[in-house]
């Protein structure tokens, strides 16, 4: 019982770990824009106005609880069964590998969930953008992931005015 409960701490804590969160995208064009400058400032305030309109939150709770929740209970459900329809030894048999199997089908199903919403994430930011740049006149033919020192190397987005500094 004391290693069951370590392990579940165990996948529970890792569970958290799961990440939905969005990767960073550059837009590829087939041929370059006539002016980079305009070009970048044109994608900038386009990533701008997608980051504004996202949602706020990663989901990460909610892909950890949803895959942990739907492992787990087809887990025991299975177990359940073959408790149902088999001897005295083979029902114990069963609850032991459903206590042992459950955290991995736990741990498997938040981190499956987590992938999902990711790429459901990145389509949606990848298709804003690219409409938000087709309405100036930019075609995105591809994407590129950007790495860490690239997005750390973006100009951070301007402040909006105040009242006072607008007098």
């Known amino acids: 019982m004391k290693h069951v409960l370590l392990w579940t701490v165990a996948g529970a804590v890792t569970i958290t770990g799961c990440s939905s969160k969005p990767r960073n995208f550059a837009p590829v064009m087939s041929a370059p824009p006539a002016d980079a400058q305009v070009y970048e400032a044109q994608w900038l305030t386009c990533r701008e106005q997608v980051a ?14 949803g895959g942990a929740g739907a492992a787990v209970g ?58 938000c740049m087709a309405k100036s006149g930019y075609s995105v033919d591809k994407w590129r992931v950007m790495s860490k020192q690239e997005v750390r190397a973006l100009p951070k987005a301007a402040a909006p005015a105040t009242t006072a500094e607008a007098k």
């Open 74 to 131: 087809s887990a025991v459900a299975v177990g359940t069964s073959a408790g149902a329809s088999a001897s005295m030894v083979g029902a114990m048999a069963a609850a032991s590998a459903t206590i042992i199997l459950a955290p991995i089908a736990a741990i498997g199903g938040a981190w499956g969930i987590s992938k999902i919403k990711k790429t459901k994430k990145e389509r949606s930011i990848k298709a804003a953008t690219a409409e």
């Open 52 to 65: 504004a309109t996202a949602k706020n939150g990663s989901g990460r709770l909610a892909s950890a609880a």
